[in-house]
């Protein structure tokens, strides 16, 4: 299994991908050095006037490109909050017994399978080293798309939680559109394109905990997450305290190690972008692998990313203006499960229209 390529599980990409990469890590994996990630001051989309904002537009959508991903400064969210979550992520895995754990396990709400992770069973393809932890809107204590109540009691292990990591989601719901619109404007489309799309709409707020490694785990190579594809339009992933996130660089068939400054957040774009964009927009590869500084290995990893969605019954199609369609229109929960039954079994798929 640890030979496994991306190609045996193509029949799932609703977007083209034409790379071949292991899944595992291998040591004949090489990695580019030398690339840099575009690090961009996002105040001047926020605050700027309009050639500031036309000028963010282009070096965004350019560096995403490229390589699918850029990091922002310049967001407005206090690194404070990014402390408070991260203490607040080990504190909900290392203190929630398992068996309260397994009474949330993962099952599918909508688009998003909803819930907890346990280690090695992150998907259906191979183990990883990750417990994670989903919730979607509806897990929230924030004003829902049809103004239903919400519930959310029955998602969380212990009640304080919700309260906590409400504070990531109303730091980063804001930030939704301008992203949006400045990778909309970059791509030469109507800025607002999106602006109702993105108006409460679903994301998954993603909790990743990475045990402390072995020296048996060490030793054998493996990773911390799998190479995968986001799903989504587009995810937010505050930087992290320990390093290790690798990104496949499509031009050179290497990886590029991740180095975000602290307090600023990586931005990249997934399958749903990749579809409306006509393929401009690459959904790009990421895994998390070891940390090349030794000394990292024995500390717990933790990172929160925030995949942003449009509602399951929205239609994704390519935008105006970008050419020949390569896509057909398709019903987002159609979109959205086919590609991620690839992780959680051929049943997990939604026909719909
Ligand atoms: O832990 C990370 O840095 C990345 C996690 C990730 O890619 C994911 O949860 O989709
Ligand atoms: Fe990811």
New binding site residues.
């Given amino acids: 299994m640890s030979d496994a390529l991306n190609k045996d599980f193509v029949k799932y990409d609703q977007v083209r991908k034409s790379h071949t990469y292991r899944l595992a890590e291998s040591e004949s994996d090489e990695f580019d050095e030398d690339y840099e990630i575009a690090v961009l001051d996002f105040s001047r989309f926020l605050g700027g006037n309009a050639d500031d904002r036309a000028q963010f537009a282009e070096e965004f959508v350019r560096a995403l490109k490229e390589i699918g991903f850029a990091v922002l400064t310049g967001h407005g969210v206090d690194p404070a909050l990014y402390d408070a979550m991260h203490e607040g992520v080990l504190d909900l895995f290392t203190s929630t017994p398992l068996e309260t754990k397994m009474r949330f396990r993962a099952a599918r709400h909508g688009s998003v399978s909803q819930g907890y992770f346990p280690l090695e069973e992150t998907s259906e393809i191979h183990p990883d080293l990750v417990e994670g932890w989903v919730w979607c809107r509806r897990a929230f204590d924030i004003p829902q798309r049809g103004g239903e109540p919400t519930h959310a009691e029955n998602y969380w292990p212990d009640a304080a939680f919700e309260p906590l990591f409400r504070q990531l989601v109303e730091a980063h719901e804001p930030l939704f559109k301008p992203i949006a619109q400045a990778m909309l404007m970059g791509l030469g489309a109507d800025p607002h394109l999106f602006d109702r799309r993105l108006t409460k709409t679903n994301f998954g707020l993603r909790l990743n905990y990475y045990p402390p490694l072995t020296a048996e785990q060490d030793r054998s190579g493996a990773g911390r997450l799998l190479g995968?594809e986001?799903v989504d339009l587009f995810?937010i992933l505050p930087s992290t305290r320990v390093e290790g996130l690798q990104v496949w660089n499509h031009r050179s068939g290497k990886w590029v190690r991740m180095h975000a400054p602290y307090g600023s957040i990586i931005i990249n774009t997934g399958d749903y972008m990749q579809l409306i964009s006509n393929d401009l927009l690459p959904s790009t590869t990421?895994r998390v692998g070891k940390p090349a500084d030794g000394s990292h290995r024995d500390q717990a990893r933790v990172s929160f990313?925030m995949a942003v969605y449009v509602w399951e019954d929205e239609v994704l199609e390519v935008l105006p203006g970008l050419g020949e369609a390569h896509y057909e229109p398709i019903k987002a929960i159609t979109f959205h499960t086919r590609s991620t039954s690839k992780f959680y079994g051929d049943d997990y798929a939604v026909e719909e229209g």
């Fill in positions: 995968h986001d995810t990421h990313p």
